[in-house]
């Protein structure tokens, strides 16, 4: 795995990531929060699919609701 793809990966995980602490300040409604960060975790989670296969592991996708826990 290059590196442009782990920092494309974290910038897009930060992106929804400043999506959902909006929606949980009040700027933004929980739909409005999940239709738009919905691409962005399908791409983060085609990326996690990706790297799982590299190792053999079972991949651990990221929901909506993970983007406000720390991991």
Do not use: C, W
């Not at 494309?8 to 409604?29: C, E, P, Q, T, V």
């Not at 999940?34 to 929901?63: F, M, R, S």
Request: glycine content about 4%.
């Amino acid at each position: 795995m290059s590196d442009r793809r782990d920092k494309d990966l974290k910038d897009l995980l930060a992106r929804a990531r400043a999506i959902h602490f909006a929606m949980a300040h009040g700027k933004l409604s929980y739909m409005e929060a999940k239709d738009k960060t919905k691409p962005l975790l399908q791409e983060i989670n085609a990326g996690i699919e990706v790297i799982a296969k590299k190792y053999k592991k079972k991949p651990k996708y990221i929901k909506f609701i993970d983007l406000g826990n720390r991991f």
